[in-house]
């Protein structure tokens, strides 16, 4: 039989097994392109939400302040020469403030008559601008008398206008900001008056009822403190019973069930947990609400099923050799297991533990339910003071009426971002940096 006999016999070249194959390849080829349209339509929909947010909360990082001559009015300020550091320290902290700027205003806007227009006008300033004008009389008491150009920090309502976040074409009725007022804020434009900065006050303060003197740190240093104490817990605890399950428990039936019930946990909601922090910690021990350790506890509860399933992979990626060769050596079993199969699979749980630590930086559902809602305007300095964390502070802001807090909420959601990339990478690098292939 030649060859031509035996290609004409195929069954792969008659024309029924044709029309099979080609449906066959029409059908690999729209699953190609369902699976590469559904790949697109999640990248585009991640660029739109990341461009939105830093679209929005850029202009956070930023500030207006306008450039006002304040005259320090010793009629106002009344300080006695004779009054030692703490005492005059003591009796700046008492001067009327406010109505320095006030005057200043009003030389600057002699028009200005009516009680009306004297208030509108000094709106134009934020409520931050007299503790602005307190602490340079505080650090330089021979100003007194002397008329000094300061730049004052402006109401969030001329902040957002300067941004171009309020139009000035639409009603008066319809914006927060008066036609005179916008009269007022261009003529400080035309004297070069209106100034725009970084906004460090962001980064270095707490939270505040005005959205221009609202800052991240203490939620930020709240997040730090849960997660610290998140750490100090979940990690010794995760993987000892790691190693535990691992290597030293009975294979049967209970450590069947404990194995299942851990993975089941790490699929539980996360306000499970907050429930349960809220029925042990606050309930039964009767611990500080809103407070980081409590905060930690249950995030701890949270994060333990991740370390503990990341941790067993890890372990049981150590090849046998090693346990083999360390106990073959005169090594006890711990000795294996704490000088040899530890330190060889640390790489992976330290990878495990950063990403179950990133995955507890952005909950807010436990947090919420054990009172780290809480509006806290000082920064915390244990983990037993009243703090709120990243998350909390930016579902604060996003249910504010403040306009303002808009961007605020948007430049807060950037750090947390930030933060969380950075962990991940962390994560990442870790994981190539000291990962054996075996």
Not at 395 to 413: N, V
Request: with cysteine; net charge positive.
């Amino acid at each position: 039989m030649t060859d031509k006999d035996l290609t004409s016999k195929s069954p792969w070249t008659t024309e029924a097994m044709q029309k099979r194959l080609k449906k066959r390849y029409r059908k690999e080829t729209a699953f190609k392109a369902v699976g590469l349209s559904g790949l697109l339509i999640g990248l585009c929909a991640l660029a739109i939400l990341v461009i939105s947010i830093f679209t929005t909360g850029l202009s956070g990082f930023k500030e207006t302040r306008l450039t006002i001559d304040v005259y320090m009015d010793p009629a106002i300020i009344k300080a006695a020469p004779d009054l030692d550091e703490d005492a005059r320290i003591a009796h700046m902290a008492k001067v009327n403030h406010r109505a320095l700027i006030r005057n200043s205003l009003r030389l600057s806007f002699p028009d200005v008559k009516s009680r009306r227009d004297i208030m509108a006008l000094q709106r134009l300033t934020s409520n931050g601008a007299r503790d602005e004008v307190r602490q340079a009389l505080i650090d330089d008491p021979t100003i007194i008398g002397k008329t000094i150009p300061m730049n004052l920090r402006a109401s969030s309502t001329v902040d957002m206008y300067i941004k171009g976040q309020i139009s000035r074409d639409v009603a008066q009725s319809s914006r927060k900001i008066s036609d005179k007022q916008l009269v007022w804020l261009d003529k400080l434009n035309a004297e070069g008056r209106i100034v725009k900065g970084f906004n460090w006050i962001f980064l270095s303060s707490g939270d505040s009822r005005e959205p221009e003197l609202a800052g991240i740190l203490g939620a930020a240093i709240g997040s730090l403190l849960t997660l610290l104490v998140t750490l100090v817990i979940a990690f010794p605890i995760g993987v000892a019973t790691a190693i535990y399950l691992e290597e030293f428990a009975p294979r049967n039936k209970w450590t069947d069930i404990i194995e299942i019930n851990i993975n089941n946990l790490a699929a539980v909601p996360s306000i499970i947990f907050g429930l349960l922090g809220l029925a042990i910690f606050l309930n039964v021990f009767n611990m500080p609400r809103s407070a980081p350790l409590v905060g930690g506890l249950t995030l701890a509860l949270m994060t333990l099923p991740t370390i503990i399933i990341t941790s067993r992979a890890a372990i049981r990626a150590v090849p046998p050799s090693i346990r083999e060769a360390a106990i073959g050596m005169g090594a006890s079993k711990i000795q294996t297991q704490l000088h040899h199969v530890l330190p060889l699979s640390l790489p992976g749980i330290l990878t495990g533990t950063i990403i179950g630590m990133a995955q507890a930086l952005g909950e807010t559902a436990p947090l919420l339910m054990i009172g780290m809602v809480a509006f806290i305007v000082d920064v915390p300095e244990g983990i037993l003071d009243a703090a709120t964390a990243l998350p909390v502070q930016i579902f604060l802001w996003a249910d504010s009426a403040e306009r303002g807090f808009m961007e605020k909420t948007s430049a807060a959601i950037i750090v947390l971002l930030l933060f969380l990339v950075l962990m991940n990478g962390l994560a990442i690098w870790m994981r190539h940096k000291f990962e054996k292939r075996w």
